[in-house]
């Protein structure tokens, strides 16, 4: 719906979760099928300084799907074991894990 410069854009939950979704790939598919992951970035909970295995916890409790653990503040962090454990301990609580350029799953320092 296109709005003259006088009449307000109306929007419902509907709308604006197409208009949310235009253009990300696959979004179709996804809304198709009824459910939208929905993860969580740690970087904003940096202030609160938790280790990577509070933050997966934090993000199970929240009955989310994902968590990014973006530049790990973790103590542990460049210990490649430490993400062996940290992999097992997200998918154990079936989330989606991600992590921070340089550290973590699929890059050059872990295994």
């Known amino acids: 719906m296109i709005a003259s410069p006088r009449e307000p854009v109306r ?3 509907r709308t604006f979760l197409g208009g949310a979704l235009f253009g ?3 979004s179709k598919a996804v809304a198709a099928a009824g459910a939208v992951p ?3 970035n740690a970087y904003c909970l940096r202030a609160m300084h938790w280790n990577d295995i509070q933050l997966i916890d ?3 409790g929240l009955g989310l799907d994902a968590v990014f653990l973006q530049d790990s503040l973790d ?3 460049d210990d490649p074991a430490h993400w062996r454990k940290v992999r097992a ?3 154990d609580r079936r989330l ?3 992590t921070g350029v340089g550290v973590g799953p699929g890059n050059r320092r872990s295994p």
Do not use: D, I, K
């Open 11 to 13: 929007l419902n939950r």
């Open 24 to 26: 990300v790939p696959g």
């Open 38 to 40: 929905m993860g969580l």
């Open 58 to 60: 934090y993000t199970a």
């Open 75 to 77: 103590p542990e962090r």
């Open 89 to 91: 301990y997200a998918a």
């Open 96 to 98: 989606h894990l991600e």
